[in-house]
């Protein structure tokens, strides 16, 4: 079944203690990316990769990091996670064609909370 | 920067009334144009799609056609049911992201 996976489903974490939210997708996808959803605020984009080891950064990129070693994985990581960073975490990922982004698939989310 | 407006909700509707949700987006260069749903406690699915003006994107009976000279994707559906309660989000394919709206959430009553 074509899927992108994320783990944990929810966390919650304290201040400062490093975390990291893992994604894969089993769609040979080119393009990933990650969002974060809060009231009020709809989807932004944190962090995106067209492509092994081609990352950029997306509209709330501080206080994140990310990673792309391998085409099917897109782990996010939370050096020193602060209260602001509770949210709501999607990943997606995507063929990229030459118009660009393609249909983006969802992970089912994580929601972070960080005491 | 490329923006995408949508209506704000909450939207109440009664089972079996009409449903408009409206977008309007930026106009720079020639994006496809997404509806996406999220039901509660779930991720972002795709509802339907249209890559290119006149495009008319179905899908479980909501529509939308992609109108280049109002720069709009609204979506409507004839009769609404109450499985249709979930936030709608409107987004447009940008070179290295899909831009969203902010969501409507729409809440439909028996």
């Known amino acids: 079944e074509a899927q992108v996976t994320q783990n944990p489903r929810y966390l919650i974490t304290v201040t400062g203690k490093k975390l990291t939210v893992t994604c894969s997708q089993n769609?040979?996808?080119?393009?990933m990316s990650w969002y974060r959803q809060d009231p009020g605020l709809g989807l932004r984009q944190i962090y995106y990769s067209m492509n092994v080891e081609v990352t950029d950064k997306g509209d709330v990129p501080e206080g994140y990091k990310v990673s792309r070693k391998e085409k099917r994985n897109f782990p996010l990581i939370l050096e020193s996670p602060s209260p602001n960073q509770t949210s709501l975490y999607f990943c997606?990922?995507?063929?990229?064609?030459?118009?660009?982004?393609?249909?983006?698939?969802f992970g089912p989310g994580t929601r972070l909370t960080v005491l | 920067g490329d923006s995408v407006t949508q209506m704000e909700g909450p939207v109440t509707l009664s089972e079996e009334a009409f449903l408009t949700i409206n977008c309007t987006y930026t106009a720079t260069g020639y994006p496809s144009l997404f509806w996406y749903v999220q039901y509660p406690g779930e991720g972002l699915q795709l509802l339907l799609k249209?890559?290119?003006?006149?495009d008319k994107g179905s899908n479980k009976g909501f529509e939308a056609t992609y109108r280049k000279e109002t720069t709009s994707f609204h979506l409507e559906k004839g009769s609404v049911q109450v499985s249709d309660s979930a936030v709608y989000f409107c987004?447009?394919?940008?070179?290295?992201?899909?831009?969203f709206g902010k969501g409507t959430k729409l809440s439909v009553k028996p």
């Open positions: 987004a447009r394919g940008s070179q290295g992201n899909l831009i």
């Open positions: 997606a990922s995507s063929l990229f064609r030459d118009r660009g982004v393609d249909t983006q698939y």
């Open positions: 249209a890559t290119k003006a006149d």
């Open positions: 769609m040979n996808h080119e393009y």
